[in-house]
């Protein structure tokens, strides 16, 4: 730093030097710069005196100078004092001690200048010592010690109230005067200060006492806060905080409560941040950890309850002991320690902290805090107090006044919400902190779900910006947060609060149902498990469930319902879980629980609703029973409770309508059984297969009449339930899409869903989904208004092409749309033209229908292959399914019943003497109403039914063009329409047997209605195979009205030539050219009709007794169902009904432990087939046969092509294989323009060809005549046969034998007296046989095989007796037959396999089969559903098609077949019965004469064959090959393929094992033995008749008889061989 003294100065001092260092002083100190100054007089005055000391200024001159300066500044003394000090310390420390002279002397002379106190202050003792200012240095450095520790380290005693009270007194009085006037903190601070230097106050204790009167003055807020606020500026920081904390310490005893004053003291200076909640929180008891601890034992404690409520408790002291244990617990817990925290935080709250409160109970557990009542009660009224505006504003009801809550007085309180975005920011995070303590308040509770509804209600309505949507959209999705976490456990704490039940509905209802099942999982699955409180809850709801359902009964409904009702109102998921549990395992409580639900708030029962389908969907359940074969009874019981609760109370059912629907997208279709319950008792739509026939016939009448007659139970009352259905459907578009995933799952049952279920469940599926299916269509078709339907239901070609609906079902749909569409269309027409004739008004409706039924027959043609409409046009189709039975007939029969019954009723009422008059009126003018509105809809039916007809007639020559063929015609008209539409329903089943009868009555062009009823009725096997019980219940429906029309003609002459006379229906020969019905002698007349329909009958009782053979189950149950459908119009024939009793006597006896189902079917059947039994009668009053006449062959020629007499059989054989069908193979189109040649040739008058073709009239004749006498004598030998023991063995056999005895007897009247010899020992056998047949099931095994055997060789004799040329054709037509496909049963050449095949053989056969017959495909087992249907048709043509109708032997072929099929198909029932020993007996004795013949009969066949090539060489060179083809394997392959093909191809590969095994384990000689048995049966039963014959007739028999045995017996020999 710059010398500010210059050494020129110090040498010219007294010169000038002096003067300069004056005025230098002078200016340093009038500097305004008031440190700069200091600083510089500083060093000017140290550099004067340092040159002092070094000698080069004397110290009088230096100490004059700071004379003339010393006056400059006030603290110039001190400066002065200041230099010394360094000067001091700086020359001690020099060695040179004249330098320390010079400022020794300096001082001396300085010591006027500066006082000295301050020299004493600054300087060092020893200096100060040599100056002379102290005595003795030492003592002066002990007494500045003494000082300092008196002023530093001894404390002051301060005044501390016992010492001097005054003081204290005087302060109180201060703190606690009127503050109320003019008074300040300011001024009091004053008067506070002064009284503590006056009397000595220590300061922390008068800030002690200033919070003690603060806790006694607490409204004082505005005057403490400030005073306390200035006093701890004279504080450190922390006191404050100490003080208080001291405080809290006093409370912490055991037996201390802290006052909650203190708590509101500590909460205000919380507030004004005057303290830190961290620095007070350590002084507040409990720890944290005491607290986490607490909690959780609370919950262990809530678990151990639960427990204890779970148990079984078995004696009453146990409970005398609970109770007394749980009275001690309620004490320990009545004195909770001092919590402070809690104290401290409800303060908090109190006054509106709401930030300090959210960090304490941060620190706790969840609602551990809230949990504590005081401090619930005070977050509620902080809540109430923070919505008040809003709440104002938008929440209070209309006409509510309510009282409105003042806001805190506390301008830090939060602030009041305005809006709702202010509510989530503010309002939310403190219902949060509440959770399930919301109970504690009501008010609050209700107040915040009318805020939801009012948000719920802006939210809803549109208009808002993008900004404000999402704002929104984060509001809504706090509001369920909120909902979840606070409102529903708040609702299960309040005890039985209905009126918030109903309140929350109120917001609730405006969530879609998604978000409210959301919200009710959560309630139900998680919120119990969240705190111990609402874990208590729900045990003690369970237990007051257990109690309650116990003592449900049907009696005490009400009292039961209004607990259960209280229950509900809390605590509802919890409940309906139990209720709904014990509604699964007993179904009895359904009725009982549905009507104790009236009590029910809304929100209960959506609640209930959405427990029911966590109920359905619950994926530990199993959907079907441990056997696989049916739908679970917890399943069914659901259901059934849905459709009863729905029905009975407003429950949404869109949830529920959505789950059916998800689950048939997924592919499963178990839960249609819901849908059919809920729509069943919503809407009063039944669907049942066992309606009666006077339900189905009102069922076809209108929308009055289907309710008064059409249903089980009386439909009432469905309207509003109907209605609520059909909005749920609507408003959530679930109509169609129900529709369609039904119509498409169907299938899927089959093809997805089947998989590995049992065959049996899968019909069942089928069975529900399809009836779901008519059930929801129906009730759409009668509750959708007309405008909704057709908005609804696109057209018939997006449905089957886009959304792939099976054909039947999306005409199902269609349907009411054409309806509708045409009813609509004809009141305009009739609106606009006003004629009143009938015509006119007939015209008006066929113009509507064109109109409407155009756009359909373009849509329909894209559904088939266009070769379908070459043979039926697109506008029959669209007719056929469009049409309905209310379109085709009026039901009247049924009105008048209905209306009869009315009439009863109505005088009833009259005689009626208890019921008071105003109800007699009321009821009789319902009834009369009743009555009108029944007629009137007759009356509207009945011209709607003649508009139809008058349509059809119009239409009719257009429908069938048949380019192809008239055969393929009807083909297709079975195969597209009558087959698909008649299992659809069981109305559907009639209207296609009526339909059929409609189009033969219009007498339309190209129709064959022979063909179309021989089709139905030749062979129903494979229908019948592949339907499902409801399918073939239906089946069995349609086949009933068909016979009934059929049996109808049969029954009269008259009305026969009035219905089918002169009809071309009735044509037999068809030509291509069309319609030509003008030729009496083309039509069938009433005896060859008769004998039609025999034929008819012996079909259906053939495919049946097939069915009944197969052992499937369910081909037995198919057959059954049809069977009893049938019944009133079949069997009437008494040998057929016979043939059927007793295989069904068989089914019984063998399904009786197997399988109780068929068992309980099978009986059923049988009761009621024996009480039809007087009703049937002999086939010679069936269809009357002509007595034999021996002229065969000249009538043959008289006869002659075409003529009058010329057979049916012949022309309509003619007619089939001229139409022979498209999709035959060309194999078949071969063999079938190989007999068409043969007919032509016959046609042009070969005698030859005729016999053996067609078989003469005569012939015929001789036949039937043949045929009768077989038949009585089969029914004699029935009768024999039935009293001997062995009847029940031989049961299938009977049939047969009895056939083949007589011919046995006319073959040869020489053999009786040996015959009636040999009679009594087989009887006797027979005898034993049943012995043994009861002993055990193995015997009844060889027994088949004696009847198989003795039926193949007498059914061999039998071809015998034809003349060689007819036998030969006959052959040829029947392996045509099985070729074909068509009869499945095998044929007379069948039977010349009697022994067992092996498997392999049985593979070449199937593969030969197949060859010939492209129709018989395995897809054809019960296995296959709906796919096996459309092929089927060609195979029944075909069977048809290459039968005859009234062919010369058909019924003794057929009647051998059917023996045949139930002889060989008893081998997979049966086991042997003779023992082995009695076998081989008689094997041995019969065994050499076996041989001889067989080898005779062998030579025999072959000289036939050899004359049958000769014959025929010229006539038909196609046909040879194929018989001698069909013929070998006749006697080969075919009779094993055919056997196979009579079996069910699903069954054939297993029963083949079987058969292998048996054919093991039997030797052949026991084979020969039973075909030796079988002759001699033969002999011993063609005793029974003893009648003249021809002579010519012996003889043709004699060599029969002769050559079939011989052939018989060697073929037998060799299957044996191959065996052995």
Same mark, same amino acid.
């Given at each position: 730093?710059?010398?500010?003294?210059?050494?020129?100065?110090?040498?010219?001092?007294?010169?000038?030097?002096?003067?300069?260092?004056?005025?230098?002083?002078?200016?340093?100190?009038?500097?305004?710069?008031?440190?700069?100054?200091?600083?510089?007089?500083?060093?000017?005055? %140290?550099?004067?005196?340092?040159?002092?000391?070094?000698?080069?200024?004397?110290?009088?001159?230096?100490?004059?100078? #700071?004379?003339?300066?010393?006056?400059?500044?006030?603290?110039?003394?001190?400066?002065?004092?200041?230099?010394?000090?360094?000067?001091?310390?700086?020359?001690?420390?020099?060695?040179?001690?004249?330098?320390?002279?010079?400022?020794?002397?300096?001082?001396?002379?300085?010591?006027?200048? *500066?006082?000295?106190?301050?020299?004493?202050?600054?300087?060092?003792?020893?200096?100060?010592?040599?100056?002379?200012?102290?005595?003795?240095?030492?003592?002066?450095?002990?007494?500045?010690?003494?000082?300092?520790?008196?002023?530093?380290?001894?404390?002051?005693?301060?005044?501390?109230? @016992?010492?001097?009270?005054?003081?204290?007194?005087?302060?109180?009085? /201060?703190?606690?005067?009127?503050?109320?006037?003019?008074?300040?903190?300011?001024?009091?601070?004053?008067?506070?200060?002064?009284?503590?230097?006056?009397?000595?106050?220590?300061?922390?204790?008068?800030?002690?006492?200033?919070?003690?009167?603060?806790?006694?003055?607490?409204?004082?807020?505005?005057?403490?806060?400030?005073?306390?606020?200035?006093?701890?500026?004279?504080?450190?920081?922390?006191?404050?905080?100490?003080?208080?904390?001291?405080?809290?310490?006093?409370?912490?005893?055991?037996?201390?409560?802290?006052?909650?004053?203190?708590?509101?003291?500590?909460?205000?200076?919380?507030?004004?941040?005057?303290?830190?909640?961290?620095?007070?929180? *350590?002084?507040?008891?409990?720890?944290?950890?005491?607290?986490?601890?607490?909690?959780?034992?609370?919950?262990?404690?809530?678990?151990?309850?639960?427990?204890?409520?779970?148990?079984?408790?078995?004696?009453?002291?146990?409970?005398?002991?609970?109770?007394? =244990?749980?009275?001690?617990?309620?004490?320990?817990?009545?004195?909770?320690?001092?919590?402070?925290?809690?104290?401290?935080?409800?303060?908090?709250?109190?006054?509106?902290?709401?930030?300090?409160?959210?960090?304490?109970?941060?620190?706790?557990?969840?609602? %551990?805090?809230?949990?504590?009542?005081?401090?619930?009660?005070?977050?509620?009224?902080?809540?109430?107090?923070?919505?008040?505006?809003?709440?104002?504003?938008?929440?209070?009801?209309?006409?509510?006044?309510?009282?409105?809550?003042?806001?805190?007085?506390?301008?830090?309180?939060?602030?009041?919400?305005?809006?709702?975005?202010?509510?989530?920011?503010?309002?939310?995070?403190? #219902?949060?902190?509440?959770?399930?303590?919301?109970?504690?308040?009501?008010?609050?509770?209700?107040?915040?779900?009318?805020?939801?509804?009012?948000?719920?209600?802006?939210?809803?309505?549109?208009?808002?910006?993008?900004?404000?949507?999402?704002?929104?959209?984060?509001?809504?999705?706090?509001?369920?947060?909120?909902?979840?976490?606070?409102?529903?456990?708040?609702?299960?704490?309040?005890?039985?609060?209905?009126?918030?039940?109903?309140?929350?509905?109120?917001?609730?209802?405006?969530?879609? &149902?998604?978000?409210?099942?959301?919200?009710?999982?959560?309630?139900?699955?998680?919120? %119990?498990?969240?705190?111990?409180?609402?874990?208590?809850?729900?045990?003690?709801?369970?237990?007051?469930?257990?109690?309650?359902?116990?003592?449900?009964?049907?009696?005490?409904?009400?009292?039961?319902?209004?607990?259960?009702?209280?229950?509900?109102?809390?605590?509802?998921?919890?409940?309906?879980?139990?209720?709904?549990?014990?509604?699964?395992?007993?179904?009895?409580?359904?009725?009982?629980?549905?009507?104790?639900?009236? %009590?029910?708030?809304?929100?209960?029962?959506?609640?209930?609703?959405?427990?029911?389908?966590?109920?359905?969907?619950?994926?530990?359940?199993?959907?079907?029973?441990?056997?696989?074969?049916?739908?679970?009874?917890?399943?069914?019981?659901?259901?059934?409770?849905?459709?009863?609760?729905?029905?009975?109370?407003?429950?949404?059912?869109?949830?529920?309508?959505?789950?059916?629907?998800?689950?048939?997208?997924?592919?499963?279709?178990?839960?249609?059984?819901?849908?059919?319950?809920?729509?069943?008792?919503?809407?009063?739509?039944?669907?049942?297969?066992?309606?009666?026939?006077?339900?189905?016939?009102?069922?076809?009448?209108?929308?009055?009449?289907?309710?008064?007659?059409?249903?089980?139970?009386?439909?009432?009352?469905?309207?509003?339930?109907?209605?609520?259905?059909?909005?749920?459907?609507?408003?959530?578009?679930?109509?169609?899409?129900?529709?369609?995933?039904?119509?498409?799952?169907?299938?899927?049952?089959?093809?997805?869903?089947?998989?590995?279920?049992? #065959?049996?469940?899968? !019909?069942?599926?089928?069975?529900?989904?399809?009836?779901?299916?008519?059930?929801?269509?129906?009730?759409?078709?009668?509750?959708?208004?007309?405008?909704? &339907?057709?908005?609804?239901?696109?057209?018939?070609?997006?449905?089957?092409?886009?959304?792939?609906?099976?054909?039947?079902?999306?005409?199902?749909?269609?349907?009411?749309?054409?309806?509708?569409?045409?009813?609509?269309?004809?009141?305009?027409?009739?609106?606009?033209?006003?004629?009143?004739?009938?015509?006119?008004?007939?015209?008006?409706?066929?113009?509507?229908?064109?109109?409407?039924?155009?756009?359909?027959?373009?849509?329909?043609?894209?559904?088939?292959?266009?070769?379908?409409?070459?043979?039926?046009?697109?506008?029959?189709?669209?007719?056929?399914?469009?049409?309905?039975?209310?379109?085709?007939?009026?039901?009247?029969?049924?009105?008048?019943?209905?209306?009869?019954?009315?009439?009863?009723?109505?005088?009833?009422?009259?005689?009626?003497?208890?019921?008071?008059?105003?109800?007699?009126?009321?009821?009789? =003018?319902?009834?009369?109403?009743?009555?009108?509105?029944?007629?009137?809809?007759?009356?509207?039916?009945?011209?709607?039914?003649?508009?139809?007809?008058?349509?059809?007639?119009?239409?009719?020559?257009?429908?069938?063009?048949?380019?192809?063929?008239?055969?393929?015609?009807?083909?297709?008209?079975?195969?597209?329409?009558?087959?698909?539409?008649?299992?659809?329903?069981?109305?559907?089943?009639? &209207?296609?047997?009526?339909?059929?009868?409609?189009?033969?009555?219009?007498?339309?062009?190209?129709?064959?209605?022979?063909?179309?009823?021989?089709?139905?009725?030749?062979?129903?096997?494979?229908?019948?195979?592949?339907?499902?019980?409801?399918?073939?219940?239906?089946?069995?429906?349609?086949?009933?009205?068909?016979?009934?029309?059929?049996?109808?003609?049969?029954?009269?002459?008259?009305?026969?030539?009035?219905?089918?006379?002169?009809?071309?229906?009735?044509?037999?020969? $068809?030509?291509?050219?069309?319609?030509?019905?003008?030729?009496?002698?083309?039509?069938?007349?009433?005896?060859?009709?008769?004998?039609?329909?025999?034929?008819?009958?012996?079909?259906?009782?053939?495919?049946?007794?097939?069915?009944?053979?197969?052992?499937?189950?369910?081909?037995?149950?198919?057959?059954?169902?049809?069977?009893?459908?049938?019944?009133?119009? &079949? +069997?009437?024939?008494?040998? $057929?009904?016979?043939?059927? =009793?007793?295989?069904?006597?068989?089914?019984?006896?063998?399904?009786?432990?197997?399988?109780?189902?068929?068992?309980?079917?099978?009986?059923?059947?049988?009761?009621?087939?024996?009480? @039809?039994?007087?009703?049937?009668?002999? /086939?010679?009053?069936?269809?009357?046969?002509?007595?034999?006449?021996?002229?065969?062959?000249?009538?043959?020629?008289?006869?002659?092509?075409?003529?009058?007499?010329?057979?049916?059989?012949?022309?309509?054989?003619?007619?089939?294989?001229?139409? !022979?069908?498209?999709?035959?193979?060309?194999?078949?189109?071969?063999?079938?323009?190989?007999?068409?040649?043969?007919?032509?040739?016959?046609?042009?008058?070969? +005698?030859?060809?005729?016999?053996?073709?067609?078989?003469?009239?005569?012939?015929?004749?001789?036949?039937?005549?043949?045929?009768?006498?077989?038949?009585?004598?089969?029914?004699?030998?029935?009768?024999?046969?039935?009293?001997?023991?062995?009847?029940?063995?031989?049961?299938?056999?009977?049939?047969?034998?009895?056939?083949?005895?007589?011919?046995?007897?006319?073959?040869?009247?020489?053999?009786? +007296?040996?015959?009636?010899?040999?009679?009594?020992?087989?009887?006797?056998?027979?005898?034993?046989?049943?012995?043994?047949?009861?002993?055990?099931?193995?015997?009844?095994?060889?027994?088949?095989?004696?009847?198989?055997?003795?039926?193949?060789?007498?059914?061999?004799?039998?071809?015998?007796?034809?003349?060689?040329?007819?036998?030969?054709?006959?052959?040829?037509?029947?392996?045509?037959?099985?070729?074909?496909?068509?009869?499945?049963?095998?044929?007379?050449?069948?039977?010349?396999?009697?022994?067992?095949?092996?498997?392999?053989?049985?593979?070449?056969?199937?593969?030969?089969?197949?060859?010939?017959?492209?129709?018989?495909?395995?897809?054809?087992?019960?296995?296959?559903?709906?796919?096996?249907?459309?092929?089927?048709?060609?195979?029944?043509?075909?069977?048809?098609?290459?039968?005859?109708?009234?062919?010369?032997?058909?019924?003794?072929?057929?009647?051998?077949?059917?023996?045949?099929?139930?002889?060989?198909?008893?081998?997979?029932?049966?086991?042997?019965?003779?023992?082995?020993?009695?076998?081989?007996?008689?094997?041995?004795?019969?065994?050499?004469?076996?041989?001889? @013949?067989?080898?005779?009969?062998?030579?025999?066949?072959?000289?036939?064959?050899?004359?049958?090539?000769?014959?025929?060489?010229?006539?038909?060179?196609?046909?040879?090959?194929?018989?001698?083809?069909?013929?070998?394997?006749?006697?080969?392959?075919?009779?094993?393929?055919?056997?196979?093909?009579?079996?069910?191809?699903?069954?054939?590969?297993?029963?083949?094992?079987?058969?292998?095994?048996?054919?093991?384990?039997?030797?052949?000689?026991?084979?020969?033995?039973?075909?030796?048995?079988?002759?001699?049966?033969?002999?011993?039963?063609?005793?029974?008749?003893?009648?003249?014959?021809?002579?010519?007739?012996?003889?043709?028999?004699?060599?029969?008889?002769?050559?079939?045995?011989?052939?018989?017996?060697?073929?037998?020999?060799?299957?044996?061989?191959?065996?052995?």
């Amino acid at each position: 730093m710059a010398a500010l003294l210059p050494g020129e100065w110090i040498k010219n001092w007294e010169k000038g030097g002096k003067s300069e260092f004056v005025q230098l002083c002078r200016a340093l100190s009038e500097n305004k710069n008031h440190d700069v100054g200091f600083r510089d007089i500083q060093q000017a005055l %140290y550099e004067l005196a340092y040159h002092v000391v070094r000698g080069n200024l004397k110290h009088d001159q230096a100490s004059n100078v #700071l004379g003339d300066v010393i006056e400059f500044r006030e603290d110039m003394p001190s400066i002065l004092a200041d230099v010394f000090c360094i000067l001091d310390i700086e020359t001690s420390c020099l060695e040179e001690k004249n330098k320390r002279d010079h400022f020794t002397q300096l001082v001396l002379a300085c010591l006027y200048l *500066v006082s000295d106190t301050v020299l004493k202050e600054r300087l060092d003792p020893e200096t100060l010592e040599s100056l002379g200012l102290i005595k003795q240095s030492q003592q002066f450095n002990q007494k500045s010690v003494k000082i300092k520790t008196k002023l530093f380290y001894k404390q002051q005693k301060f005044n501390l109230l @016992r010492e001097e009270n005054e003081g204290y007194a005087k302060l109180i009085a /201060e703190l606690g005067q009127d503050l109320s006037g003019n008074m300040t903190s300011d001024l009091i601070l004053e008067n506070i200060k002064s009284l503590i230097g006056c009397f000595n106050l220590d300061p922390n204790r008068v800030l002690d006492i200033i919070l003690e009167v603060y806790e006694c003055r607490p409204e004082y807020d505005d005057f403490f806060v400030p005073l306390i606020e200035s006093y701890m500026y004279m504080c450190e920081p922390q006191t404050l905080c100490h003080i208080l904390g001291f405080k809290f310490k006093f409370y912490q005893d055991p037996s201390g409560e802290t006052p909650s004053s203190l708590y509101r003291v500590a909460a205000v200076l919380l507030q004004h941040n005057l303290i830190d909640l961290e620095d007070l929180y *350590v002084h507040l008891l409990p720890g944290d950890n005491a607290i986490t601890e607490e909690h959780r034992r609370e919950i262990v404690e809530a678990k151990q309850i639960v427990r204890k409520l779970t148990m079984v408790v078995l004696s009453s002291e146990k409970t005398e002991e609970k109770e007394k =244990e749980k009275e001690k617990e309620e004490e320990k817990t009545e004195k909770p320690p001092d919590n402070q925290k809690l104290g401290l935080l409800e303060a908090l709250l109190k006054i509106g902290d709401w930030h300090h409160a959210q960090s304490i109970m941060d620190q706790m557990p969840p609602f %551990y805090a809230t949990s504590h009542k005081p401090i619930a009660v005070a977050l509620c009224q902080l809540v109430h107090v923070t919505i008040e505006p809003l709440y104002r504003r938008v929440g209070v009801p209309k006409g509510a006044k309510g009282s409105p809550i003042s806001s805190l007085p506390n301008k830090r309180a939060p602030k009041q919400a305005e809006s709702f975005e202010e509510l989530r920011k503010e309002v939310f995070s403190m #219902l949060c902190y509440l959770g399930p303590h919301l109970s504690h308040d009501p008010i609050l509770f209700a107040k915040v779900v009318r805020l939801g509804k009012a948000f719920m209600k802006e939210f809803q309505s549109d208009g808002s910006k993008q900004e404000d949507k999402e704002k929104m959209e984060t509001l809504f999705s706090c509001l369920l947060s909120i909902t979840d976490q606070v409102l529903l456990p708040s609702l299960s704490l309040m005890d039985c609060n209905a009126c918030m039940s109903e309140e929350l509905w109120g917001m609730f209802k405006t969530f879609p &149902y998604q978000y409210r099942y959301r919200l009710y999982g959560q309630w139900k699955n998680e919120t %119990y498990n969240s705190h111990p409180l609402l874990v208590k809850v729900k045990a003690q709801t369970i237990d007051r469930a257990k109690y309650i359902m116990k003592r449900l009964t049907k009696e005490n409904v009400k009292p039961s319902g209004r607990q259960i009702g209280k229950l509900s109102h809390s605590n509802p998921t919890i409940l309906f879980d139990y209720i709904l549990s014990q509604i699964q395992k007993y179904d009895n409580l359904i009725t009982p629980v549905v009507d104790s639900l009236k %009590y029910l708030t809304s929100l209960n029962y959506d609640v209930l609703a959405y427990c029911i389908i966590e109920a359905l969907a619950n994926p530990e359940k199993e959907r079907m029973k441990h056997d696989d074969t049916t739908i679970s009874s917890w399943l069914q019981s659901l259901a059934s409770f849905c459709g009863a609760v729905f029905r009975k109370y407003p429950i949404e059912l869109a949830g529920l309508l959505q789950y059916v629907a998800n689950q048939l997208k997924a592919g499963k279709s178990f839960d249609l059984l819901i849908l059919k319950e809920v729509v069943q008792k919503m809407a009063g739509i039944e669907i049942t297969e066992e309606m009666t026939m006077e339900q189905l016939e009102a069922m076809t009448g209108g929308e009055q009449l289907k309710a008064e007659g059409g249903y089980f139970g009386q439909i009432r009352n469905t309207k509003k339930s109907s209605q609520r259905l059909k909005d749920a459907l609507l408003d959530h578009d679930l109509a169609l899409p129900l529709c369609l995933l039904m119509a498409q799952q169907r299938n899927g049952v089959i093809f997805q869903e089947g998989g590995e279920k049992h #065959l049996k469940l899968v !019909g069942k599926l089928y069975d529900q989904c399809h009836d779901t299916l008519v059930q929801f269509g129906g009730f759409l078709a009668s509750n959708l208004s007309t405008e909704d &339907y057709i908005k609804r239901v696109p057209s018939i070609d997006v449905l089957c092409n886009e959304f792939h609906t099976p054909h039947d079902a999306a005409f199902f749909l269609s349907r009411p749309m054409y309806a509708h569409h045409i009813s609509s269309k004809y009141d305009e027409l009739k609106k606009a033209e006003k004629g009143n004739k009938q015509q006119h008004k007939v015209h008006k409706y066929i113009t509507s229908c064109e109109l409407v039924m155009a756009p359909v027959h373009e849509a329909v043609i894209s559904l088939h292959l266009p070769k379908v409409w070459d043979d039926i046009s697109p506008q029959f189709y669209a007719t056929f399914w469009s049409l309905t039975m209310y379109d085709l007939a009026v039901p009247h029969s049924s009105y008048d019943r209905e209306v009869n019954k009315l009439k009863v009723q109505m005088k009833a009422i009259d005689d009626n003497q208890e019921m008071p008059p105003n109800k007699k009126k009321k009821e009789k =003018e319902r009834c009369t109403a009743l009555q009108d509105k029944l007629l009137e809809e007759e009356k509207k039916q009945l011209e709607h039914v003649q508009r139809v007809l008058q349509r059809l007639k119009l239409e009719k020559d257009n429908w069938l063009l048949a380019k192809s063929t008239k055969n393929e015609t009807i083909t297709k008209f079975l195969q597209l329409c009558i087959f698909p539409r008649c299992i659809f329903s069981a109305i559907d089943a009639v &209207y296609c047997a009526h339909f059929v009868e409609l189009v033969h009555q219009q007498k339309t062009p190209n129709f064959s209605t022979l063909l179309c009823y021989d089709r139905v009725f030749s062979d129903i096997i494979y229908t019948v195979a592949s339907c499902t019980e409801n399918e073939a219940s239906r089946y069995g429906r349609f086949l009933c009205c068909m016979l009934e029309t059929v049996t109808r003609w049969h029954s009269d002459r008259v009305i026969y030539e009035k219905e089918c006379g002169n009809y071309p229906g009735f044509l037999t020969i $068809l030509r291509a050219t069309g319609f030509d019905g003008g030729n009496k002698a083309d039509q069938l007349d009433y005896e060859n009709f008769r004998h039609v329909v025999h034929k008819w009958h012996y079909k259906l009782t053939k495919a049946s007794v097939h069915c009944l053979e197969t052992g499937e189950y369910t081909h037995i149950r198919n057959i059954l169902i049809v069977l009893t459908k049938i019944l009133p119009w &079949y +069997p009437k024939v008494l040998n $057929l009904g016979q043939a059927l =009793e007793r295989r069904v006597h068989k089914i019984c006896q063998e399904e009786k432990e197997k399988r109780p189902d068929l068992y309980a079917l099978a009986m059923g059947y049988s009761g009621q087939l024996k009480s @039809r039994k007087p009703f049937m009668i002999p /086939e010679n009053e069936f269809h009357h046969k002509d007595p034999p006449a021996r002229n065969a062959v000249p009538a043959t020629v008289q006869n002659g092509p075409g003529g009058a007499g010329m057979p049916t059989s012949l022309t309509i054989n003619t007619v089939r294989l001229e139409e !022979g069908t498209t999709e035959e193979t060309d194999k078949l189109k071969e063999k079938s323009q190989g007999v068409v040649k043969v007919i032509n040739k016959t046609v042009n008058a070969t +005698p030859k060809v005729t016999t053996s073709n067609g078989n003469s009239a005569s012939n015929s004749k001789i036949i039937k005549e043949k045929d009768d006498k077989e038949k009585s004598g089969k029914e004699k030998d029935k009768e024999k046969k039935d009293k001997t023991p062995a009847a029940t063995p031989e049961m299938k056999a009977l049939g047969k034998d009895g056939k083949e005895k007589l011919k046995e007897e006319r073959a040869n009247k020489e053999e009786k +007296p040996r015959e009636i010899k040999e009679k009594t020992p087989k009887s006797d056998k027979e005898k034993e046989k049943v012995k043994k047949e009861e002993k055990a099931s193995k015997e009844e095994k060889s027994k088949t095989v004696v009847t198989i055997i003795e039926s193949k060789s007498t059914a061999e004799k039998e071809r015998e007796k034809e003349p060689s040329r007819e036998r030969d054709l006959s052959k040829e037509m029947k392996s045509k037959e099985n070729a074909k496909g068509g009869e499945k049963v095998p044929v007379a050449g069948s039977l010349k396999s009697p022994v067992p095949r092996s498997e392999t053989s049985e593979s070449e056969r199937e593969q030969k089969r197949r060859k010939v017959d492209t129709h018989s495909s395995p897809s054809h087992s019960s296995t296959v559903k709906g796919t096996a249907v459309l092929p089927k048709v060609p195979l029944v043509s075909e069977n048809y098609s290459s039968s005859r109708v009234i062919s010369v032997h058909f019924l003794q072929d057929n009647l051998n077949e059917l023996k045949d099929s139930s002889a060989k198909h008893y081998i997979n029932h049966t086991t042997p019965t003779l023992s082995k020993s009695k076998e081989r007996e008689v094997e041995k004795k019969d065994l050499d004469k076996s041989r001889e @013949r067989s080898r005779e009969r062998e030579k025999k066949d072959e000289k036939d064959r050899k004359d049958r090539k000769r014959d025929h060489s010229n006539n038909d060179r196609e046909v040879p090959q194929d018989s001698t083809k069909r013929r070998k394997e006749e006697n080969g392959t075919t009779g094993s393929s055919k056997h196979s093909k009579s079996e069910s191809p699903s069954d054939s590969p297993r029963l083949n094992e079987k058969e292998k095994e048996k054919s093991k384990s039997k030797s052949s000689g026991k084979e020969k033995g039973d075909s030796i048995k079988a002759e001699k049966m033969e002999k011993s039963s063609s005793g029974s008749k003893k009648e003249s014959r021809h002579d010519k007739e012996k003889a043709e028999k004699k060599e029969k008889r002769d050559s079939t045995g011989g052939k018989e017996e060697k073929k037998h020999h060799k299957s044996s061989d191959k065996h052995r």
